[in-house]
């Protein structure tokens, strides 16, 4: 997704532009995605989820897990992370995100209508679901600070929420619904999206890994492909996720990103039935999405930090079905349509890095947007597109900079 916006913003201001991807086109973190555009959501580092963390590190089915291993990289990262989960860091965050999530809204609107792009798009909201009456208090409290930076909140009691969504069980505590989100299919936004770049003169390099990044004399030459190819350029952007760190480093930069894995299991609706939800919930104790699409329910969430890989732990996709039970009052007799998983890039701090490698000129960062990679890759994309061909963003983004570690 980010990689993507990033190609559509620079060819659609003229800009020469190839993207390199090591795989197949949108089958990274993308293809997985929960689908839900969700500005003003807060980030990972709120202080209720440290609270939660300890209860639930070596818990194979919680929302958070981290099999035992020696990683002293992890180690550091989270007790950074441990150090941002509090109400003045949190605070920092919101001031951030919140006019960058507005603005990508607005791009998201814009882009739909003028690029007629075919990807489910819907301005629908989503509700966060509560079974408890102390997980909703917490929930109550977030959404305080949501509304402090101008983003609508609703609370509804149990019972209104069944009116709402009868798929729900009746035992639901409550639920605040965010209706400025909007829903939609992420594979298919991403191959959109890449189709309308290709159309400004984009060219896509897919199937080849990027080695290394060349620099001569303090300026970005172009970079090195697995084989030995070397393509030449005069700007960078390594909007390479979860992989990141591995490239920054040649370049005497060492991101704190952490891959943390995402799981979805998709269950088909049934033939000629009703969707089992009129829009996403996100089912707040345990932190997995339930996003209607075109033919089935995703389930999506969770967080493991394992390193980077993409073995599939079936413990990990029986949380989803497991969640979702215990809210939903069916999911259907039919064996899951999709399992899959994938890496987000997390940063310990609960901001993406987006802007120029110090010290080198034409290289630049976009990555560690963890779970809102789809919620801000327009923004994303454009600022990075300003980066390049303005030199500075329209916006002010300094706290995002990836000299700030």
């Given at each position: ?208 890994a990027v080695t290394g990044v060349r620099v001569r004399s303090g300026t ?17 952007i390594l909007a390479t996720g979860a992989y990141s760190p591995g490239l ?64 599939l732990r079936r413990a990990r996709l029986d949380q989803l079905t497991d ?83």
């Amino acid at each position: 997704m980010i990689g993507v916006c990033c190609a559509y913003f620079l060819a659609r201001r003229g800009a020469s532009v190839t993207i390199v991807e090591r795989g197949e086109l949108g089958a990274g973190a993308s293809f997985g995605n929960a689908g839900c555009i969700a500005p003003g959501h807060t980030p990972l580092n709120t202080p209720t989820r440290k609270r939660r963390v300890l209860r639930q590190l070596l818990d194979p089915k919680s929302p958070l897990y981290i099999p035992p291993r020696w990683d002293p990289a992890l180690a550091r990262w989270l007790m950074t992370f441990r150090a941002h989960c509090t109400e003045e860091r949190l605070d920092t965050a919101m001031r951030v995100l919140s006019p960058l999530g507005r603005a990508s809204l607005d791009l998201f609107d814009e882009l739909v209508e003028t690029e007629r792009l075919e990807c489910e798009y819907r301005r629908t909201g989503y509700y966060e679901v509560c079974r408890t009456e102390g997980r909703l208090r917490d929930v109550r409290l977030e959404a305080r600070l949501v509304r402090r930076y101008g983003f609508s909140t609703d609370s509804i009691e149990g019972g209104a929420l069944q009116e709402r969504e009868p798929g729900l069980r009746a035992r639901m505590e409550g639920a605040l619904y965010y209706p400025e989100a909007a829903t939609c299919d992420p594979h298919r936004l991403v191959l959109e999206l890449a189709e309308r770049a290709r159309s400004h003169g984009a060219r896509f390099h897919t199937g080849t890994a990027v080695t290394g990044v060349r620099v001569r004399s303090g300026t970005a030459a172009g970079v090195d492909l697995h084989g030995g190819e070397i393509l030449e350029a005069d700007a960078v952007i390594l909007a390479t996720g979860a992989y990141s760190p591995g490239l920054t480093r040649g370049l005497g930069l060492r991101l704190p990103v952490q891959p943390g894995k995402g799981y979805h299991r998709d269950m088909p609706t049934e033939p000629g039935g009703e969707p089992l939800l009129g829009i996403t919930c996100v089912l707040s104790e345990t932190s997995v999405f339930c996003t209607p699409l075109e033919g089935f329910l995703r389930l999506a969430g969770t967080l493991e930090f394992s390193g980077i890989n993409h073995d599939l732990r079936r413990a990990r996709l029986d949380q989803l079905t497991d969640s979702a039970s215990l809210y939903l009052g069916g999911l259907g007799a039919g064996p899951p349509s999709s399992e899959w998983c994938g890496l987000r890039s997390c940063t310990p701090d609960g901001l993406p890095i987006v802007g120029p490698v110090p010290g080198i000129e034409g290289v630049f960062v976009a990555t560690g947007h963890a779970m809102m990679g789809l919620t801000l890759g327009p923004v994303t994309g454009r600022l990075v597109a300003e980066y390049v061909l303005d030199g500075r963003p329209s916006q002010n983004v300094e706290a995002l900079g990836a000299d700030r570690f």
